[in-house]
Nanobody, 126 residues
Framework: QQHLVESGGGLVQAGGSLRLSCVASGRTCSNYAMGWFRQAPGKEREFVAAIGSWSGRSAFYADSVKGRFTISRDNAKNTVYLQMNSLNPEDTAVYYC??????????????????WGQGTQVTVSS
């Protein structure tokens, strides 16, 4: 069992930055790859970024955020971060962190994750 809590969302102007945090409790966070997804109103939940387990040397990004977002992890704090720079209104969504389970599916689809946070709202004004 794992409990995930996101924070750091808010309202920011286009071109600004935010850093989201996801604190995990329960099963050891470092043993699992972690991901960030987002869902805008009327749209399906979409992959944003994922980071491998343990050292987190492997990181993967959606094309839409590549070069602007950075995912990282601090295993000592059981925390995963998403640094978001150069935000634009199309980034407006509820952002969710999730814990990956390979037996469920790939890292870039929601079906690959078996634990989810409650989400944090990110709103980018033009």
């Amino acid at each position: 069992q794992q409990h995930l809590v996101e924070s750091g969302g808010g309202l920011v102007q286009a071109g600004g930055s935010l850093r989201l945090s996801c604190v995990a409790s329960g099963r050891t966070c470092s043993n699992y790859a972690m991901g960030w997804f987002r869902q805008a109103p009327g749209k399906e939940r979409e992959f944003v970024a994922a980071i491998g387990s343990w050292s987190g040397r492997s990181a993967f990004y959606a094309d839409s955020v590549k070069g602007r977002f950075t995912i990282s992890r601090d295993n000592a704090k059981n925390t995963v971060y998403l640094q978001m720079n150069s935000l634009n209104p199309e980034d407006t969504a509820v952002y969710y962190c999730a814990s990956h389970s390979p037996s469920y599916g790939g890292y870039d689809v929601p079906q690959g994750y078996n634990y989810w946070g409650q989400g944090t709202q990110v709103t980018v004004s033009s």
